[in-house]
């Protein structure tokens, strides 16, 4: 297996391994730190959801940085090893929780909501699905984000819900699209 690293935090330069083949895109270091340059501000002490987690790198990065609580979801019997093999490595003060299941799963059962919420599904799903789903379900704090990890041609939409698009960053061929849900139910609130 080749190894990713933890980019800044507590375990910053702590290495993490990544798996082999095809079956897994990890979030590139690159992008990983650019997603956290973007969230710094608001990590510390936050609630953090990494659906589709894969390796866990995403979330893991979150820990470092200071979150409070980060709950990971994946399906992938050989991604959850891995998963749970790169959380051993890390320790911390953070609550971790790990569901094994499908994010629809976790969705329908979940109670609790969160400040961040980190999306990185299937390329050709795109993120439209997570969206949709996550409209129908509370679970993103009032000025929460939900951060889309997605090809940069794929095109989202404007608005989901209570969800409105705040801004868009590109990274090669990976753009990041950022949502803050309204506290009001309508026009964009929230900082960056």
Known sequence: MRKMRIISGDAKGRRLFSPKGINLRPTSDKVREALFNILALRIPGASFLDLYAGSGAVGMEAISRGAKRVVFVEKNKTNLLLLKKNLSLLHGDSEVEVF????F?????NKNRFDMIFVDPPYA????EALQTLRCCDTVQKSGLVIIEH???TNLPDTVGDLS???QYRYGGTA???YVKNENGCGISGHI
């Open 125 to 128: 799903e795109g993120g439209k």
């Open 176 to 178: 990041l699209t950022v």
């Open 100 to 103: 094994e299941g499908t994010v």
């Open 165 to 167: 698009l705040l801004k």
């Open 105 to 109: 799963n976790f969705l329908k059962r």
């Open 151 to 153: 090809f940069h041609k």
